[in-house]
């Protein structure tokens, strides 16, 4: 049994819950802090490639999130006029890996979550805004202190750096939402329609629901509405194709979001004596590596792991950063590598997996996981 009993955590998204969940059921005491008042859905969907799948199943939530959710067989990439430029077979490499790939709505998945964590008899204690005071003395309280506390604004880890990590602008706006169309109107394939320096993205979940991202290069400014954005959205894709439209017009409004795309810079450590930073705190990558919550998941399902392997918890925690570091750096590359593609002066019409072989993809994904 591991001498960490007694964890703390900050930020109950996706590897926050995901770890409260992990740990409670190894028999560790945990106490989850929350800044907002609810549990947040920011973000309209997520695709939870084999690697993530592998954890909800080791959560036990493998079979919930395959029927909530869908099962895109088929990714393709269109040019702004519809014409397909390629196509890559997402079955193929579930295949290699031995698990699905599943689309699901973040709001429901962030249900699901917490609903799990909550049948553990693990309250969230929401509108609790930590400071960095908080984190020293939550340190001297628990056996180990996890910040999952977002990109942006993470209060753990500016507690590891004397000099404040500065999250990266790349250049370009995601205006994101929830569609409700006809079912099968998208043939349960990713649709991805690139244009010049701006991207059109569609992922079919069930039921005739879909989630979607608009982007396109601009300038930070906050000082915008949403809904000048959601306008600029609508005027900029007014003439792209019909599955373009068809989401536009049927989208719900009230799950329209914009957000200004960052990454984080890799790290050179992640934890100082208890307290340490994993998910987007740690090694936020961009959406366009389609890796975000799936590494999220990944930290959750290896931290657990080391501290149930180990009494020594600096061991754990260097030897979690060890396994972890090359493969977040990576995501984080791809999702670089890709925006650079799109977004940049002279963008190349190509798929982000057009490369890769669904044997080397499947090896990426299943990395370090058994």
């Not at 019909?242 to 790290?267: E, G, K, M, T, W």
């Not at 972890?324 to 999702?335: F, P």
């Amino acid at each position: 049994m591991s001498r960490t009993n007694k964890i703390a955590i900050v930020g109950a998204g996706v590897a926050g819950i995901a770890l409260a969940i992990l740990a409670t059921k190894r028999g560790c005491q945990v106490s989850l802090f929350e800044r907002g008042s609810t549990v947040s859905s920011m973000g309209a969907g997520v695709t939870l490639w084999p690697n993530a799948m592998f954890v909800m199943q080791q959560m036990g939530l493998g079979k919930e999130v395959k029927r909530m959710g869908g099962a895109p067989g088929t990714m393709r990439q269109f040019d702004r006029h519809g014409v397909l430029q390629t196509e890559f077979d997402i079955m193929a490499v579930n295949s290699l890996c031995g698990f699905p790939s599943v689309t699901v709505l973040r709001r429901e998945l962030m249900s699901l979550l917490a609903g799990a964590l909550d049948d553990l008899g693990v309250k969230i204690k929401f509108d609790c805004s930590i400071t960095a005071a908080d984190v020293t003395k939550l340190s001297q309280e628990f056996d180990l202190v996890v910040g999952a506390d977002g990109r942006m604004k993470s209060v753990v880890r500016q507690t590891l750096y004397a000099e404040k990590v500065t999250p990266r602008y790349h250049g370009f706006v995601n205006v994101v939402g929830v569609s409700r169309q006809r079912e099968g109107a998208l043939d349960n394939s990713i649709h991805d329609f690139r244009g010049l320096g701006e991207r059109f993205g569609i992922v079919p979940v069930n039921d005739g629901w879909c989630y979607w991202a608009g982007a396109w290069n601009a300038a930070v400014d906050r000082e915008r509405s949403g809904a000048h954005w959601y306008e600029e959205l609508n005027q900029r894709f007014r003439d792209w194709p019909d599955p373009v439209q068809n989401v536009l017009q049927s989208c719900d409004r009230a799950s329209v979001n914009h957000i200004f795309v960052h990454d984080i810079d890799p790290l050179p450590y992640w934890h100082q004596d208890n307290v340490i930073i994993i998910g987007d705190a740690a090694h936020a990558p961009l959406p366009t590596s389609g890796q975000g919550a799936c590494q999220a998941l990944e930290d959750a399902w290896h931290l657990a792991r080391l501290l149930m392997e180990t009494d020594e918890l600096e061991v754990a925690l260097q030897g979690f950063y060890q396994q972890r570091n090359v493969k977040t750096s990576a995501a984080q590359l791809v999702g670089r590598q890709v925006a650079k593609k799109i977004f940049s002066e002279q963008p190349e019409p190509l798929l982000p997996a057009s490369h890769i072989s669904a044997t080397e993809l499947s090896q990426f994904w299943m990395q370090g996981l058994k």
